[in-house]
């Protein structure tokens, strides 16, 4: 079964400090992990993909299959960067796509 | 810039009245979800078809939930008797394979 787990629910920094939002999944096949963000009232927008390996407005992800791990880094904070961020795996074949809960990131000034 | 298109955006409806949502999918994408977006549960994928068939509709509450798909273009989800409970953002999006999911930009349903 495919299973996402982020165990913050929120996240709050200071403009500036790093940010790292956890991320563990659980699949017996070759996942494919992505990171979606909302920001207020909008609709979930892709932020990167592990397979691009890019960053994306300063936040990089590492697979990391021994841990099954994905989190999402960011080394100095925005307050542009306050919205809810949904890590998500697709199993092969376009399978489903599944979410984890959520972990709204709160930047304050 | 294709996008998926959802309607209504906003719904207030009294309890134990039907409700219907509609998402238009992008253009030659063959896969279609839905999920429903909560404060405790997050996004929950309630259903998703794959070239108009249903492959996974094991998240939606049978008895009151159904989600259908009738054209490529049109991809329907209908509550009734909607509940309070019900009262939730409900997200569309579609995707192909090789690509990620495209969101709508949800239909927020509020049941009194």
């Known amino acids: 079964a495919q299973r996402v787990t982020q165990p913050e629910k929120l996240l709050s920094v200071f403009k500036g400090a790093p940010v790292e939002l956890k991320c563990n999944y659980s699949y017996s096949g070759s996942p494919e992990l992505f990171w979606y963000v909302q920001y207020s009232r909008q609709r979930l927008q892709l932020l990167l993909r592990h397979i691009s390996r890019e960053s994306i407005k300063g936040f990089t992800a590492d697979l990391n299959k021994g841990e099954t791990s994905f989190h999402l880094k960011k080394p100095f904070a925005q307050e542009e960067d306050s919205a809810m961020y949904y890590c998500a795996l697709k199993g092969t074949g376009f399978q489903k796509l599944v979410f984890g809960t959520g972990t709204r990131l709160l930047v304050s000034p | 810039d294709a996008r998926v298109t959802q309607t209504p955006r906003h719904k207030v409806t009294e309890m134990g009245q039907e409700v219907t949502m509609r998402c238009q999918p992008i253009?030659?994408?063959?896969?279609v979800f839905w999920y429903r977006q909560t404060m405790m549960q997050g996004l929950e994928l309630l259903a998703y078809f794959r070239n108009r068939a249903p492959l996974d509709d094991s998240g939606m509450p049978k008895d009151r939930f159904s989600a259908e798909m009738p054209d490529a273009t049109l991809a329907t989800l209908k509550i009734q008797p909607s509940e309070p409970r019900d009262s939730a953002v409900y997200f569309c999006a579609s995707g192909s394979p090789g690509s990620t999911a495209f969101f709508g930009q949800g239909t927020r349903l509020t049941v009194v």
């Open positions: 253009l030659g994408h063959n896969t």
